[in-house]
């Protein structure tokens, strides 16, 4: 039927706070957004969560968020372009560092939580993301929501983007993800996570919390390793997918560096 990438967030750990199963959900995924030490994670788990992934053949990614541990990145700080174009460019620096040391190459940035939320409808932060990603190696793929501006960002700079969707997260109307605070914001429901995924994939469509109709084109999938039964939930979203015709694959590097 088609091709599709099939990503998660993982690296999340710190020190000795254990958070997602990385090893598990790293059999099941394509492509991996490794935390890098601002939002989750630390040296010690990036390095092991890098070692992992290469192990499992699957790519790696930067995931950058906002300096906030104790918000897990998921609360809005006030920080102006510039400020965001710097933790960016730190952050894939420091994973780009620890990838190379076990010869593993960077495929893309996926900004996390509050930033990459902010930076979907705010122009002027999702120009410094971009700027920070084309900054250190124009041939990264960009990712973002579909119709966002940080994926217009992203094509302004020259960069190649991928629109992403959630198959484990609702959708609001304007095509915002809903707040982790709605009730049903996070699907658990294995089936029902199968059939929204396959819907976005062959269809170009998702249904929001209203029930009207969204339609976009997907490039990559994200399923949140950090949500409790995550393993699993990738598991038999990845054999459903392939059941149903689907290839997952990660997406294609240009190498364009500079």
Known sequence: MSKIDLNSDVGESFGAYRIGADADVMRSISSANVACGFHAGDPGVMRETVRLAKEAGVAVGAHPGFPDLVGFGRRELRASAR???DLVLYQIGALAAIAASQDVPLLHVKAHGALYNMAARDRSLADAIARAVAAFDRGLILYGLP????LRAGE???LRVASEGFADR????DGSLASRSVNGSVIHDANEVLERSLRMVADGEVVAVDGSRLTFRVDTLCVHGDTPGAAELTRRLRQGLEHRGVTVAPLQMRSTRG
């Not at 119709?147 to 940080?150: D, Y």
């Open 156 to 158: 302004a700079a020259g």
């Open 147 to 150: 119709n966002s501006e940080l």
């Open 83 to 85: 400020e965001v174009e």
């Open 170 to 173: 609702a959708y609001m109307a």
